[in-house]
């Protein structure tokens, strides 16, 4: 199909084959997607899960044997305490696949578990319920990014490995985290909270991990 | 009693040996698993993602000397090749487990960035040299989803689906700058930045990069091609705007093989809100393609931007909405000079110059929620829907290449615009720890041909420690594109109607893996149908053409043409790989093995560019403490049919010979300069030539009955510095 001549068109792209009419269909998409996101209500912004909570707990299963001190410290069954935030859904949400993941797990550090909930009320009452229940791990979820100091202080002097399953908690104090990098995944260590805590990693597994001095 | 005392302790120290060496190995298979987040649209374990895939880590492509997605493709990934690449680098698309269709501009595989479709629907093709305008430090990791992927993300994913995901501020600190050169021919700088702060209460976490790439031209020569006396003026052929006419194209191409890219990334992240933004232009030289040969004003200029934004919302526990808005353009101008009067059809032009600009323009939105039925991620269902805006164009114009004046009225003009919309739905149910089911489908609405269904269905088992057993059947499409559909310029005229291409595909694996140790086994089964090609019209059909209107009227010299479903091919074969380390990952190694036969329709028994037997294999040694990381990798591409080995009709079908690429890369920091690191390498290709026909002569004409190949770039070193803030 030709057309007349017509002087050349440097600006071709912007001109010729510019759009001439503004499509209806995409101000109403941006408009319905607008609304959307201010209507539905906020859930609070997720933390950084990077690793699938599924292969977190299989990881778990496996790097608490490394914890020297995780044999005494159980006594023949390994008691975890899952840590999540009241009307948080992201922790909510973790929690329960946390759950559901460790009852696929025949053994945590090679010994029978036992895993139940906890909504966080204070730093404080989180280490009464540690030493009531004579929790082995504590297992952080995603919300509790502003008590993560407190819980260090809290658990401080306490024979517990905490594990996050969020990874920007390890670096605030948490002993044990995951991560993601090259679609790998990664162990994060905080050496200072582990000693606090009573938690001696193997050296073979603080090779494999990064640790927080 | 002492004997047996000391027997039972050396056989309990064994068994404790044994047991922490086993224990060693389970975390070490753990960290050694790959999540990939393409396959499903969900983070998931490779090993149990329906389809094959491949994840190619920054430190793979540090440590090897990758500087492009095709390279990583081919150095690195299971199943997955180019055909080869010519000397410029660019030519050439991918291709997989044995089928590369000729001239398809990659719009057989879907590029991803950050979960953005990067395929433009112009010509439906995507970039994976240096013109996608990815600088590869940013890159956190490539995955390479093998199989039909169009359950999921509708048009083009028909070899499979590549998603290039980016790194966050953690693994991008701080300011950095680095210069690169592939000695002496190119130069490459960038300057990025990673940086984490509280934004609006919320972590936000920004990485941005700035590249600029030029390649100066490598030098090589091209053999003289005779192409006989010009139609027009009968005299010898003209090849170039100076010195006699000659009829001979060829010689000595100093830096006709140019590029140019500036390119800019920055990915933002604050809380659930993601935003990628990405431009760049890429020109590059085109010294040996139809027009004259090394002419300066020959050029290809593409230029991309685009925008993505994701909001992720958890509304109660169990369902997830996921919003996201997208905006892209993209255009292309190619010059092409060219001295043959019987290209210009002017005689008082001594060269003119044929300038095509395509722009397309599309924006969109996806919405989709995931609802976690019970509440552990066992059966979710994942429903999504994806409406999109589309604006595409082109035109063509003649100039006089000595002043820039028209010299005939545009042709090949088109413009169309519309909204296409494609809605899916995924169920993945995992009962027990061992068994994983995905099933899904989607449906796309094209206006330009009836709905299309893409269904998948994969099962996944993992029977013992360490195996996986997986099956998958899929299927895929791709949307013809605009230029197939609605261009017409001279004797190509847009067809009547065009069906989207179809693959059917159905797949086997076996992994295995044991501590740092992976063996795969895939087998596979695909059936193509409706390929799209260009195909001469008949006498008939012309004849036919005129009377439908189609035609205005007859040039005697010209052939018509039209794209047109031509048929299939059927695809079978086997992919092997294995990978492993030592304890501790300072040695790790991998290799790929492909076997596949791609047998198109109409009784032909190979397909042009399909190598039937690929590969690869790598080593990597971190040397200790502060010495460097050394990298060894290679492909290989068995000999295979050039573009033009059926269509030619040349005395002798060209091939590429079995080509065989070695690189050599060394990694490490410059001690005692904190901060500063430098990357060497060299590279080296045993073939010569890769199977593309260059020149004017792509048929065999009565001068010219053989066809000459793209030369490749024999030997490359490159060196690299880098400096972090």
């Known amino acids: ?213 | 009693m002492k004997r047996v005392a000391y027997a039972l302790a050396g056989f309990g120290g064994w068994i404790l040996c044994a047991n922490t060496a086993l224990a060693q190995e389970d975390l070490d298979a753990l960290l050694d698993e790959s999540v990939v987040t393409a396959a499903s649209k969900s983070a998931e374990l490779s090993t149990t993602a329906p389809g094959t895939s491949t994840v190619i880590t920054a430190q793979d492509l540090r440590r090897f000397g990758i500087h492009t997605v095709a390279q990583a493709v081919d150095f690195l990934s299971l199943g997955a090749s180019t055909s080869g690449r010519d000397v410029t680098g660019d030519k050439g698309g991918l291709g997989a487990r044995g089928v590369h269709l000729s001239g398809d501009e990659g719009n057989h595989f879907l590029l991803l960035v950050n979960g953005h479709s990067v395929n433009e629907p112009l010509a439906g093709g995507a970039r994976f040299d240096r013109g996608a305008g990815i600088p590869m430090e940013m890159v956190d990791r490539i995955e390479v989803i093998l199989g039909p992927g169009s359950v999921l993300y509708g048009s083009n994913a028909m070899l499979g689906v590549i998603n290039v995901v980016t790194k966050s501020a953690k693994d991008f600190k701080g300011t950095r700058v680095l210069v690169e050169s592939e000695l002496p021919t190119s130069v490459r700088a960038l300057t990025g930045a990673g940086y984490t702060f509280d934004l609006l209460g919320d972590r936000a976490d920004l990485t941005v990069g700035i590249e600029y790439y030029r390649r100066f031209g490598s030098g090589f020569d091209l053999s003289d091609q005779d192409l006989g006396i010009d139609l027009i003026s009968n005299e010898p052929a003209r090849t170039s705007p100076n010195g006699p006419p000659t009829g001979i194209w060829g010689g000595r191409i100093d830096d006709g093989d140019f590029a140019e890219s500036p390119s800019a990334l920055l990915r933002l992240a604050i809380g659930d809100l993601r935003v990628t933004l990405q431009a760049s232009t890429y020109r590059q030289g085109q010294p040996y393609g139809r027009g004259d040969f090394n002419a300066e004003g020959s050029q290809l200029v593409q230029r991309q931007a685009w925008v993505d934004v994701s909001y992720r919302k958890l509304v109660t526990s169990t369902l997830e909405v996921t919003a996201r808005l997208y905006g892209d353009t993209h255009d292309t101008t190619s010059e092409v000079e060219s001295s043959l009067e019987g290209n210009c059809f002017y005689l008082n032009v001594t060269t003119c110059r044929d300038v095509r600009v395509g722009a397309s323009r599309w924006a969109g939105t996806e919405l989709r929620a995931a609802l976690d039925w019970e509440e552990d991620g066992s059966l979710v269902t994942l429903v999504g829907v994806d409406g999109q805006y589309r604006y595409a164009g082109t035109k063509s114009d003649i100039e006089d290449a000595a002043t820039g004046e028209l010299v005939a009225p545009s042709t090949g003009f088109f413009k169309r615009d519309e909204v296409v919309l494609g809605a899916y739905l995924q169920q993945t149910y995992s009962p027990t720890a061992w068994l994983g089911l995905n099933a899904g489908a989607r449906v796309d609405r094209d206006p330009r041909f009836p709905a299309v269904i893409s269904p998948r269905a994969a099962v996944s088992v993992q029977p013992w420690e360490g195996g996986t057993l997986k099956f998958a059947y899929s299927e895929a499409f791709r949307a013809p594109s605009y230029s197939e559909t609605e261009l017409t310029d001279g004797p190509r005229l847009a067809p009547v109607e065009l069906d989207p291409e179809r693959v059917r595909s159905f797949e086997a694996s076996i992994e295995q893996r044991f501590g740092l140790h992976r063996l795969r086994t895939v087998s596979f089964l695909t059936r193509w149908q409706d390929l799209v090609d260009l195909k001469q019209l008949s006498d008939a059909e012309t004849q036919r053409a005129v009377e439908l209107g189609r035609i205005e009227f007859v040039a005697p010299q010209l052939t018509y043409e039209e794209f047109r479903n031509v048929g299939g091919l059927d695809n079978y074969g086997v992919s092997l790989g294995y990978d492993g380390a030592l304890s501790g990952r300072a040695l790790s190694w991998g290799t790929n093995l492909t076997a596949a036969i791609a047998e198109p329709a109409g009784g032909e028994s190979e397909s042009a560019l399909a190598p039937r037997w690929f590969g690869n294999a790598r080593v990597a040694y971190d040397l200790p403490d502060a010495l460097p990381t050394i990298g060894v990798a290679g492909f290989f591409l068995a000999r295979r049919l050039a573009d033009r080995g059926v269509t030619g009709g040349f005395a002798e079908r060209p091939y590429a010979p079995t080509q065989l690429v070695l690189k050599t890369t060394v990694t490490g920091d410059v001690p005692p300069l904190s901060g500063l690191s430098y990357r060497v390498g060299v590279g080296y290709s045993l073939a010569e030539e890769v199977p593309f026909v260059v020149g004017p002569t792509q048929a065999a004409s009565p001068t010219q009955p053989t066809a000459d190949l793209a030369p490749t770039d024999r030997f490359r070193a490159f060196v690299g510095l880098e400096y972090q803030l």
């Open chain 1, 1 to 213: 199909m030709t057309r007349e001549l017509e002087p050349r068109e440097s600006q071709f792209v912007t001109r010729v084959l510019a759009v001439r009419r503004r499509p209806a269909f995409a101000l109403w998409a941006a408009r319905a997607l607008l609304l959307l996101v201010l209507v539905l209500p906020s859930a609070g912004s997720a933390s950084a899960v990077n690793v699938p909570i599924n292969l977190q707990v299989k990881l778990l299963a496996k790097v608490a044997a490394y914890d020297r001190n995780m044999e005494d410290r159980a006594a023949g069954k390994v008691r975890i305490l899952i840590v999540e935030r009241a009307s948080h859904l992201e922790s909510d949400r973790s929690a329960s696949r946390i759950v559901a993941a460790l009852d696929q797990e025949d053994a945590v550090a090679g010994l029978p578990h036992e895993a139940r909930r906890l909504t966080f009320d204070s730093a404080g009452k989180l280490a009464d319920a540690v030493r009531a229940g004579s929790i082995d791990i504590v297992y952080l979820t995603p919300g509790l990014d502003d008590e993560v100091p407190n819980i260090r202080k809290a658990l401080s002097g306490e024979d517990v490995l905490s594990v996050s399953a969020v990874t920007t908690h390890v670096q605030d104090g948490v002993v044990l985290g995951f991560d993601l990098a090259g679609g790998k995944p990664k162990l994060l260590v905080h050496l200072p909270t582990a000693k606090a805590q009573n938690v001696a990693f193997k050296p073979s597994l603080l090779k494999l991990a990064k640790v927080y001095r």
